[in-house]
C-alpha cells in the first residue's frame, strides 16, 4: 500500500524540478460515503482531490486551492478543495445519466475555474476550458499558458483510493546561458519519460519511496517529510449564521411562522445547524459568538 493519506515533495539535487507523490484514502472514502455518487463520478471526485492536494502543497502562504468545474452535461458542478495543512473536502452535482469518464463528455460546454484563496490578501483565479480528456491534461495546459511552466501530473482512482504525481521544471537561473537551458530542457524530458513508465496500479498500491527508487534509482534525491491528509468541512455554526443572515430577518422569521426551526444542512459533511426564532434575533440583534452542541446559537 501507498502511503495512506499522505503527500510528500520531493526535488531533484541536480535538476531544477520539483515533485510531489499523494495517495488518499480514508479522505477519499469519507467523501464518497456522503452522496450516492455514480462510479465516473467517484473516480473523477478521487481525481480532483488528488489533484487539489498536490496542487495546495506548492503554496507559499496559509490557504486554500480550489478546482471547480461547471458544465451543462452529465455533471453540472464538481469541486474540490485543499488547504495549505491538507484538509481536503469535495461535492459533485450530478445532472443525468453518466455514460462516459472522459471531461468533454461529462461536462460538455464547461470550464475548469482554478482559485487560490490566501487567508489574507486577494483571490487569484484562473479559469481552464475543460478541451482535454482529463484533469491532469487541463491542470498541465494551465501551468504552461499561465505560469510559463512545464509541468507533469498523474492522477489515478480505482474507487477505493486515489493517488497522484507532480513533476514541474523550475524556472532557468537568472543568467543561464544556452547550453545550460539545453542541458536543463534534456534532462526535464528525462524525468518525465521514465515517470510515464509508471502503472496505474503501481501509483495505487506502491509505497512512496518505492516508487522513487522504481523511477529514479540512478538520480539523487531529497525527500522531505511527509504531511498527513485529511478529510475536514470548513463548515462552521459561524458561517452558516453569517450564510442566512443574507436572506434577512424578516423573510427568516416568516418561515419560522410555519416552521418550528429553519435548517441548513452543508452538502459536503452534511452536518445540520438549526436556527429556531430566538437564534435568528440573536444573529441580528447581537450577532453571532456562540452555539450550543445541537447546533442552535442560544
Not at 91 to 107: H, R, T, Y
Not at 272 to 284: E, G, L, M, P, V
Request: glycine share 6%.
Amino acid at each position: 500500500m501507498s502511503n495512506s493519506d499522505q503527500i510528500q515533495r520531493f526535488m531533484f539535487e541536480h535538476h531544477d524540478i520539483r515533485g510531489e507523490l499523494v495517495g488518499i484514502d480514508e479522505a477519499y472514502q469519507a467523501v464518497i460515503s456522503k452522496h450516492d455518487y455514480p462510479d465516473q463520478v467517484k473516480k473523477l471526485l478521487g481525481e480532483w482531490i488528488a489533484a487539489a492536494s498536490l496542487l495546495s502543497e506548492i503554496l507559499k502562504f496559509d490557504g486554500s486551492v480550489i478546482l471547480q468545474a461547471r458544465g451543462d452535461a452529465g455533471i453540472g458542478v464538481l469541486m474540490a478543495e485543499c488547504t495549505h495543512d491538507q484538509n481536503v473536502r469535495a461535492i459533485a452535482q450530478v445532472n443525468g445519466d453518466i455514460q462516459s469518464d472522459k471531461l468533454q463528455e461529462l461536462f460538455g460546454n464547461g470550464q475548469l475555474v482554478i482559485t487560490i484563496s490566501p487567508r489574507k490578501g486577494n483571490r487569484y483565479q484562473g479559469i481552464v476550458p475543460l478541451n482535454s480528456d482529463t484533469l491532469a491534461e487541463c491542470l498541465e495546459h494551465y501551468f504552461l499558458q499561465s505560469e510559463q511552466l512545464s509541468t507533469r501530473i498523474w492522477l489515478q482512482c480505482d474507487n477505493s483510493r486515489a493517488a497522484g504525481l507532480f513533476l514541474q521544471k523550475l524556472p532557468f537561473k537568472p543568467g543561464a546561458s544556452d547550453d545550460q537551458k539545453q542541458q536543463s530542457d534534456e534532462q526535464w524530458q528525462h524525468v518525465v519519460t521514465l515517470a510515464d513508465t509508471i502503472k496505474s496500479e503501481e501509483l495505487l498500491s506502491l509505497e512512496n519511496e518505492t516508487i522513487l527508487h522504481r523511477l529514479y534509482h540512478e538520480e539523487d534525491l531529497r525527500l522531505f517529510e511527509c504531511e498527513d491528509v485529511e478529510f475536514r468541512c470548513t463548515c462552521s455554526k459561524e458561517r452558516t449564521a453569517a450564510s442566512i443572515k443574507t436572506v434577512g430577518q424578516s423573510e427568516l422569521l416568516d418561515i419560522l411562522e410555519s416552521e418550528p426551526s429553519i435548517k441548513v444542512t452543508c452538502q459536503f459533511c452534511n452536518q445540520t445547524y438549526s436556527f429556531d426564532k430566538i437564534d435568528i434575533r440573536a444573529i441580528f440583534e447581537t450577532g453571532f459568538s456562540s452555539t450550543k452542541d445541537d447546533g442552535s446559537i442560544h
